[in-house]
């Protein structure tokens, strides 16, 4: 009902806009001002966790998009290996799991039947299962060893956005946890990641606060039959996500690609006015911003209508993007906290914008409990 959506006209609309305070729910008791984490709940103990030699990830859907992300944080602060995995593939490739071995399972809802086999399988093989699930008491965190609940609250709207934001969250929470308990050295750069952490949620209300142009851009697009969306680091599972939504609810064809890839085939899709996305690191970040606006260049010059998601103070990218849409400042590890926001928008709204349902996309469920 109307009373239920709080004034929005969709759930989905209303969860984007709690973003923030799902965030703040989730780091909640878990991040100290004195920059250590707390994980009372964790109950694998400090010693099996010095004692892992590997993490795989495993989760479906956006929940994969979050583990993608999430590898590039954990391996960089524990120098742990991280594998993420679809679900649906993990047991059917006989993986190389053992004792030592972390499985970390990703589910929003707790009971997707392909992350539950997985973990089952993880099980089995007497591997450690770890949860980071948003529904208390559901299958998943049932059969794990360990859980890490993300505070999100309900989400009813079949796609994704606000559970995907705290799995993240969760994500960097485990990642940073593990780090400590191994006594790896917090250096300056970890510790400005856990200040910039417990702040993001102010700095996602302030890009909910520039959805308006997004908005906008997204209703003019109503006749694209084709969106491509590229990023690089962590921009590139950004770039998975990005075409998930629009596919989920646009119903419109749309790809990621990992920018550097673009030469090895994705370039010869571009042609005049083909609607490209592109999220662009930290201009701090020299090496890889300097090579993402070059792509930008490149796909430009072949016609490209270039819609560019770029750090506050970014006018590099000016030059060559058709439409700009900056975003606060966060370590490039914890970017995709606020630079999903503008690809969820945007989807939810072309969607909208051509009459769909955008809490109950067709064919699609909420939670899909078969294999
Ligand atoms: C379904 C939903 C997706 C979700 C995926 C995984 O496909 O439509 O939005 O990402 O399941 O769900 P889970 O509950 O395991 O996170």
């Given at each position: 009902?109307?009373?239920?959506?709080?004034?929005?006209?969709?759930?989905?609309?209303?969860?984007?806009?709690?973003?923030?305070?799902?965030?703040?729910?989730?780091?909640?008791?878990?991040?100290?001002?004195?920059?250590?984490?707390?994980?009372?709940?964790?109950?694998?103990?400090?010693?099996?966790?010095?004692?892992?030699t590997?993490?795989?990830?495993?989760?479906?859907?956006?929940?994969y998009?979050?583990?993608?992300?999430?590898?590039?944080?954990?391996?960089?602060?524990?120098?742990?290996?991280?594998?993420?995995?679809?679900?649906s593939?993990?047991?059917?490739?006989?993986?190389?799991?053992?004792?030592?071995?972390?499985?970390i399972?990703?589910?929003?809802?707790?009971?997707?039947?392909d992350?539950?086999?997985?973990?089952?399988?993880?099980?089995?093989?007497?591997?450690?299962?770890?949860?980071?699930?948003?529904?208390?008491?559901?299958?998943?965190?049932?059969?794990?060893?360990?859980?890490?609940?993300?505070?999100?609250?309900?989400?009813?709207?079949?796609?994704?956005?606000?559970?995907?934001?705290?799995?993240?969250?969760?994500?960097?929470?485990?990642?940073?946890?593990?780090?400590?308990?191994?006594?790896?050295?917090?250096?300056?750069?970890?510790?400005?990641?856990?200040?910039?952490?417990s702040?993001?949620?102010?700095?996602?209300?302030?890009?909910?606060?520039?959805m308006?142009?997004?908005?906008?851009?997204?209703?003019?697009?109503?006749?694209a039959?084709?969106?491509?969306?590229?990023?690089?680091?962590?921009?590139?599972?950004?770039?998975?996500?990005?075409?998930?939504?629009?596919?989920?609810?646009?119903?419109?064809?749309?790809?990621g690609?990992?920018?550097?890839?673009?030469?090895?085939?994705?370039?010869?899709?571009?042609?005049?006015?083909?609607?490209?996305?592109?999220?662009?690191?930290?201009?701090?970040?020299?090496?890889?911003?300097?090579?993402?606006?070059?792509?930008?260049?490149?796909?430009?010059?072949?016609?490209?209508?270039?819609?560019?998601?770029?750090?506050?103070?970014?006018?590099?990218?000016?030059?060559?993007?058709?439409?700009?849409?900056h975003?606060?400042?966060?370590?490039i590890?914890?970017q995709?906290?606020v630079?999903?926001v503008p690809?969820?928008?945007?989807?939810?709204?072309?969607a909208?914008?051509?009459?769909?349902?955008?809490?109950?996309p067709?064919?699609?469920?909420k939670?899909?409990?078969?294999?």
């Open positions: 009902s109307a009373a239920e959506k709080g004034g929005y006209d969709w759930f989905m609309q209303k969860e984007i806009a709690e973003q923030p305070q799902a965030v703040a729910d989730t780091l909640l008791g878990r991040v100290n001002g004195d920059g250590r984490l707390v994980l009372d709940e964790m109950r694998l103990s400090e010693e099996e966790l010095r004692a892992i590997k993490i795989i990830v495993v989760a479906c859907g956006t929940a998009h979050a583990g993608l992300i999430a590898k590039y944080a954990i391996e960089h602060w524990t120098r742990i290996p991280v594998e993420v995995e679809l679900a593939e993990f047991r059917y490739r006989d993986p190389i799991l053992t004792r030592d071995t972390l499985v399972a990703i589910s929003q809802s707790g009971e997707t039947m992350t539950l086999m997985a973990i089952r399988h993880a099980r089995e093989q007497h591997s450690r299962v770890l949860a980071i699930c948003n529904t208390n008491g559901s299958t998943i965190p049932r059969e794990s060893d360990a859980v890490v609940y993300t505070h999100g609250g309900p989400e009813i709207g079949v796609a994704s956005t606000k559970a995907f934001l705290t799995q993240l969250t969760a994500c960097y929470i485990v990642g940073l946890y593990l780090a400590q308990v191994r006594g790896v050295k917090f250096n300056d750069e970890v510790a400005e990641v856990l200040t910039q952490l702040e993001s949620p102010a700095a996602i209300a302030e890009t909910l606060k520039r308006d142009p997004v908005r906008k851009l997204a209703r003019s697009m109503v006749g039959r084709t969106v491509l969306f590229l990023g690089r680091h962590v921009g590139y599972p950004m770039a998975l996500e990005g075409a998930l939504k629009l596919k989920e609810l646009a119903y419109i064809h749309a790809e690609f990992a920018a550097g890839e673009l030469k090895h085939g994705p370039i010869a899709l571009i042609e005049q006015d083909l609607p490209v996305v592109v999220v662009v690191p930290s201009p701090k970040r020299p090496l890889l911003h300097d090579k993402i606006v070059s792509n930008i260049q490149e796909i430009r010059a072949r016609g490209a209508k270039t819609i560019v998601i770029a750090e506050d103070g970014d006018e590099a990218v000016a030059p060559y993007a058709d439409f700009l849409f975003v606060p400042e966060l370590p590890l914890l995709p906290l630079a999903t690809l969820q928008v945007f989807a939810a709204e072309l909208d914008a051509l009459g769909y349902d955008v809490d109950q067709r064919n699609l469920a939670s899909v409990t078969v294999e």
